[in-house]
């Protein structure tokens, strides 16, 4: 039988073999293109890809953001070249990751884009458009979305180097970016997407283990998607990693820490919802339950520490003080911390024997990281003694010195309630150095350290 190529992808669908809508024929097109990509070896093109997408979206619409930026500012007053700037910087990584998955087009699956324009005009018309081929026949994949995304990232560039760039102007530029955006059928469903199976997979198989065993099928199911989350979760801060390390720019990172705050969010709604509601109804002891609660409620306190914290001094703190970059890097390092322990807590939950060493490389659990902890906490107790008792023997310049170096390697080792309180002693100090209060505030500090300290020893850390 001779193999005849189908050079229009609409003899795929012929109407009397089939009962497919619209919608269900265009999600097999997307499912093939998933496919090829798979089989071209560009998953993590395509996870970049989506995790960029997403990071503008939470850049452009965030509130919270906007409140740290914008400050005490009125919105006449406000100059959105930050927001602009780094838009058009991460457009530069977006087309690098549409040309990695810009395949030719495969003439079994040729201009899938004009077949649904064409069908939904047909459908909506009395008239077929035999011509529309003609006019609009793009040789790729992504044709008129990255000769549109080169020119908006030329006039962005340009806009920058005004004075001041007004809301108006930048609400001008997201609206055409949306506008080109919703008429990319692969992208619109690529963001709607909820799981994409291929980008998805779990690879550790202590982990697979465990979901198999899971009897109760409604529970399976959602701790499967937990996982899901918590995985992705992580996945998107080591990108975060990955692009503070190899960015010159800092900037760049931000979008994707609100991306990074979208997913903690995701995870914290799945749990307090739906999951806690299978929980209640599944054979799980209600011990065991708790202390799951009390793993999420860990969890939700160290993203605290990330934005309300880390996050606000990334843009209010004197760069000659603290490194940008280090306070990245510390809000990958709480992530990590964060993720890393609610993976090993709901392993617990099914395999009391599990621990997060069999599956993240480096990792500390909280009793290890107790250890190291007291040390440095003794380190600093020893020279704020000094201080006192040797006279002269070190400057307060000295105790900001390694106060510093705590901050910026091991505060977050505390626990939220004393790491906040840590802070507001050093900021005190801060404030009243070369004042006679600062000794007054040295002792308070004084005291809190050797409290922390008894803790730890109750704790056996």
Sequence with gaps: MENKEIENVG???????????????????????????????HMLSLFELKLWLESIEEFFSSDYLESIIFKFQTVDSRDYSFYLNTFSKILGKILKQLKDLDFKKDKRLINFEEFIVEKVLEKSGSNRFPS?????????????????LHNIRVISNDLVKSEILSQ????????????????????????????????????????????????????????????????????VNNFIELNIKKNRDTNISIPLILALKKHINSIDKFYRGRLNDTLLESEIPQKHQAQLSKAFNSFHQEYKKIFE??????????????????????????????IQELIENISKLFNPEFEGVTIFENYLSRNQRSVVLKKKLMSLHTKINDFFSKKGSISSSDLFFELNLFIETDLNFLLYKDWSEFLNHYNNLQKSDFTPEFKLNLKAFHTYITEILKEIVDNKG
């Design 309 to 338: 914290t880390e996050f606000l001094n990334f843009f209010h703190t004197d760069p000659e003080k603290f490194n940008k970059r280090n306070l990245l890097r510390n809000i990958v390092y709480i992530s990590d911390i964060a």
């Design 132 to 148: 529309l081929r003609d006019i609009n026949s793009p040789e790729s994949w992504f044709f008129s979305f990255r000769t549109f």
């Design 11 to 41: 003899d795929f669908f012929i109407e009397n073999k089939t009962n497919l809508t619209l919608e269900e024929k265009w999600d097999k097109l997307y499912e093939s293109w998933i496919n090829k990509v798979d089989s071209e070896k």
């Design 168 to 235: 108006r102007t930048f609400s001008s530029v997201k609206k055409l970016y949306h506008k080109e955006l919703l008429n990319n059928p692969i992208i619109i469903s690529l963001l709607n997407g909820k799981f994409i199976p291929k980008m998805d997979k779990i690879y550790q198989k202590d982990i697979s283990d465990i979901i198999s065993e899971i009897g109760e099928k409604k529970l399976k199911k959602n701790i499967g998607i937990l996982y899901i989350l918590a995985f992705r979760t992580l996945k």
